[in-house]
């Protein structure tokens, strides 16, 4: 379906008062010049019956309405989503130092209502998120990147009506939150809208990063000097844009059984592994050996796996998860592409296992801030190697309990923003256990993945 059959109905700004000032730490830096992070849910239109409950509860004349002033309340609790980021330049003249400033006089965030009505959940389900599908269309703010949003909304929500459906989709940006606290934004919002008071939610977020910055790095504000900025914030759209034609997306399913045996598989390959590898762990070697085999990528080529590692509970003391800001570290496996050939499932999970190990305690944690601090290093998607695989999003995520009061969404899908030759993302999938991998990759490796036999053996294709 043609993409130009979305049309927007309404735009507005949702504001709320604050006057926090959130300075930013390594972690957060780090994602300056990423694009935005795009994500959204599907749902099925509520029932008459549910439509009726849901709107005299709240006593709002449509469910875009509701949706809205849901969104609204809900971010009364997490004010840093309608800031502005902001700059301050040092005594020297020579460093900025970011910060989100949530009282800016030009902040809000932005609400979309859109209208697809030949557009059916089914046709959702089964675009694809690259290319001339549907999906990119589903939500606002393409291309935006973490830098700009001191002009651009932190946060837009656009929410598409649908022939039989709605789907609701928003675009982040990236300095604000990380996976765990924007789940649990959403968690809340849906909270919320199935029929909280909006006067307190169950899980409050935190949000100052003061103490994080003055634990791990020794100051509170943290200025970076001019020569890093410019060299990490070239124009690279047009490489961006020719790469991305190139690229293509598909979710695959993995069912609670398979999800099992794979598991199984990968602790019986090593038995020194005394039970240890994790499902999640035993699913990135399953795609990574496969795309291994499908580019016949040659020994004696390194090929690497980056997994984002969670720094809350490796800090000393613990973050709580309610902490509202970035709190992860890369955690790095390079092996050499002959070697995964040359050995089994198990022996490639084995080894994503033991760097997950080495990682733990704080050391690892504050090694990360305070070394990013005195070097620091932007993440750029368009500079990844060849062969470099990096994972998005976390099993762990509360995706399918978003009920926002007629029942949970039936599909999780992301948008086109920051898409690269190897985004990996995993959730949990809707059957409690499962797994979905949404695989971002050239259109010609993705297409042998879906041929080959030993990953086909343990998922479904979504799309």
């Known amino acids: 379906m043609p993409q130009d059959q979305i049309q927007?109905?309404?735009?507005?700004?949702?504001?709320?008062?604050?006057?926090?000032?959130?300075?930013?730490?390594?972690?957060?830096?780090?994602?300056l010049f990423l694009e935005y992070v795009q994500m959204g849910l599907l749902f099925p239109h509520p029932t008459p019956p549910q439509l009726t409950t849901l709107l005299n509860h709240t006593t709002s004349p449509s469910i875009i309405h509701h949706l809205k002033t849901s969104l609204h309340r809900t971010l009364r609790f997490f004010p840093t989503l309608v800031g502005r980021l902001a700059t301050a330049r040092s005594d020297s003249g020579d460093a900025t130092c970011f910060f989100l400033d949530c009282g800016h006089a030009e902040g809000g965030a932005l609400f979309v209502h859109a209208h697809g009505s030949a557009l059916t959940v089914a046709d959702v389900n089964e675009s694809s998120n690259?290319?001339?599908?549907?999906?990119?269309?589903?939500?606002?703010?393409?291309?935006?990147?973490?830098?700009?949003?001191?002009?651009?909304?932190l946060?837009?929500?656009?929410?598409?009506?649908?022939?039989?459906?709605?789907?609701?989709?928003?675009?982040?940006?990236?300095?604000?939150?990380?996976?765990?606290?924007?789940?649990?934004?959403?968690?809340?919002?849906?909270?919320?809208s199935r029929g909280g008071s909006g006067e307190s939610i169950s899980r409050p977020p935190?949000?100052?990063?003061?103490?994080?910055?003055?634990?791990?790095?020794?100051?509170?504000?943290?200025?970076?000097?001019?020569?890093?900025?410019?060299?990490?914030?070239?124009?690279?759209?047009?490489?961006?844009?020719?790469?991305?034609?190139?690229?293509?997306?598909?979710?695959?399913?993995?069912?609670?059984?398979?999800?099992?045996?794979?598991?199984?598989?990968?602790?019986?390959?090593?038995?020194?592994?005394?039970g240890k590898i994790s499902s999640l762990q035993a699913v990135i070697a399953l795609l990574w050996r496969a795309i291994v085999r499908c580019r016949s990528v040659p020994a004696g080529e390194e090929t690497t796996?980056?997994?984002?590692?969670?720094?809350?509970?490796?800090?000393?003391?613990?973050?709580?998860?309610?902490?509202f800001g970035n709190a992860v570290f890369p955690g790095i496996v390079t092996l050499d592409a002959g070697v995964i050939s040359g050995h089994g499932l198990g022996w490639?999970?084995?080894?994503?296992?033991?760097?997950?190990?080495?990682?733990?305690?704080?050391?690892?944690?504050?090694?990360?801030?305070?070394?990013?601090?005195?070097?620091?290093?932007?993440?750029?998607?368009?500079a990844i190697p060849t062969n470099h695989f990096i994972l998005i999003n976390s099993p762990?995520?509360?995706?399918?309990?978003n009920d926002f009061g007629w029942g949970p969404p039936v599909a999780a899908r992301s948008g086109g923003g920051s898409s690269f030759d190897g985004r990996i993302t995993v959730s949990a999938g809707l059957e409690e256990g499962s797994l979905d991998v949404e695989v971002c990759l050239l259109k010609e490796t993705l297409s042998?993945?879906?041929?080959?036999?030993?990953?086909?053996?343990?998922?479904?294709?979504?799309?």
């Open 396 to 401: 762990r995520f509360d995706v399918y309990g």
């Open 8 to 31: 927007t109905i309404s735009t507005s700004t949702i504001k709320v008062e604050s006057t926090a000032r959130i300075t930013l730490t390594p972690s957060d830096l780090e994602l």
């Open 155 to 192: 946060l837009a929500v656009q929410v598409t009506e649908l022939a039989d459906g709605l789907f609701v989709g928003w675009t982040v940006n990236h300095l604000v939150a990380d996976g765990t606290a924007f789940w649990i934004f959403l968690n809340s919002w849906a909270e919320i």
């Open 448 to 463: 042998a993945i879906a041929e080959d036999v030993e990953f086909m053996d343990f998922v479904t294709v979504e799309n």
């Open 206 to 274: 935190i949000l100052s990063r003061d103490q994080v910055n003055l634990d791990l790095v020794g100051a509170k504000d943290i200025f970076i000097r001019d020569q890093h900025l410019v060299a990490a914030g070239k124009d690279n759209s047009a490489a961006d844009a020719e790469s991305a034609a190139e690229l293509s997306e598909r979710v695959f399913r993995l069912t609670k059984e398979k999800v099992r045996k794979l598991k199984a598989t990968a602790n019986e390959e090593m038995p020194e592994s005394n």
């Open 130 to 153: 690259s290319g001339p599908g549907v999906v990119p269309s589903l939500f606002p703010l393409p291309g935006a990147r973490n830098n700009e949003g001191a002009s651009l909304p």
């Open 305 to 323: 796996f980056e997994i984002p590692m969670g720094a809350r509970q490796r800090m000393s003391p613990p973050l709580p998860d309610e902490y």
């Open 348 to 382: 490639t999970a084995w080894q994503i296992n033991r760097m997950v190990a080495s990682a733990n305690g704080p050391e690892k944690v504050k090694e990360f801030y305070a070394g990013w601090a005195k070097e620091p290093k932007f993440l750029q998607f368009d």
